[in-house]
């Protein structure tokens, strides 16, 4: 099956630094997601981004399909951020397959 | 305006005891899914379904079972509960695989 990988496995900031969240993917995917897990367990869709970019306040994400990567930027981070980022990609069996997270911790 | 609905949304079990988690959507999707998340493992597909009847097993099957017989609904079961399958368990939906899938809040099982 598809692979998923996600770096930095960890990151810790200083509240207002901004960072880039990397995915990068061993196939060809019809589909790709960037999830915040808040510190409660809640999955937060953030970004449905199978291709191109997007922006939504403070973060935007780019998936470059053809050399399977995507990346999610985050802005003068805030406290809230903190959690872990996922990325979720699914390819020719259409099912979601998982990273395994970025843990972002941002300090005020 | 609920989406995707776990049930419930905390337990713990004795070894060998059998459970049922519930997950209910309201979005009309064809496709849901059943996974775990256990620290520093991300999130493993347990089994799947792409539509009423369908069931198909995912990436950690072994000592799971599921049901889809509404679409609306896709239960999972546990027949007799091991130490291992303490984990937090995650439905989502989508309407089909290469649409955005929606997580429900998960249930956090443990089993002693």
């Known amino acids: 099956g598809i692979q998923v990988e996600q770096s930095p496995p960890d990151l810790i900031l200083q509240e207002g630094a901004n960072s880039t969240l990397r995915c990068n993917f061993s196939?060809?995917?019809?589909?790709l997601q960037w999830f915040h897990q808040n510190p409660w367990g809640q999955l937060i869709n953030l970004f449905y981004?199978?291709?191109g970019t997007k922006q939504n306040g403070r973060l935007s994400a780019t998936t470059v399909a053809t050399e399977r990567y995507s990346l999610l930027y985050i802005s003068s981070s805030q406290t809230t951020d903190s959690g872990v980022y996922f990325c979720?990609?699914?390819?020719?069996?259409?099912?979601?397959?998982f990273g395994r997270g970025t843990s972002l911790i941002v300090h005020p | 305006n609920a989406g995707v609905t776990q049930t419930p949304k905390f337990r713990v079990l004795k070894t060998g005891q059998s459970m049922t988690l519930l997950c209910a959507q309201d979005?009309?999707?064809?496709?849901m899914y059943w996974y775990r998340q256990d620290p520093g493992m991300g999130l493993r597909l347990i089994h799947y379904?792409?539509?009423?009847?369908?069931?198909a097993k995912g990436e950690v099957p072994d000592g799971y079972n599921v049901s889809r017989l509404k679409k609306q609904n896709f239960l999972l079961g546990l027949e007799s509960a091991a130490p291992s399958q303490t984990s937090v368990y995650f439905c989502?939906?989508?309407?089909?695989?290469?649409?955005?899938?929606?997580f429900g809040q998960g249930t956090r099982l443990t089993v002693v």
């Open positions: 989502a939906s989508s309407h089909t695989g290469a649409t955005e899938a929606f």
């Open positions: 196939d060809s995917v019809n589909n």
């Open positions: 981004i199978p291709s």
């Open positions: 979720a990609v699914s390819g020719g069996s259409y099912i979601p397959t």
């Open positions: 979005m009309n999707h064809e496709y």
């Open positions: 379904s792409v539509g009423e009847g369908t069931t």
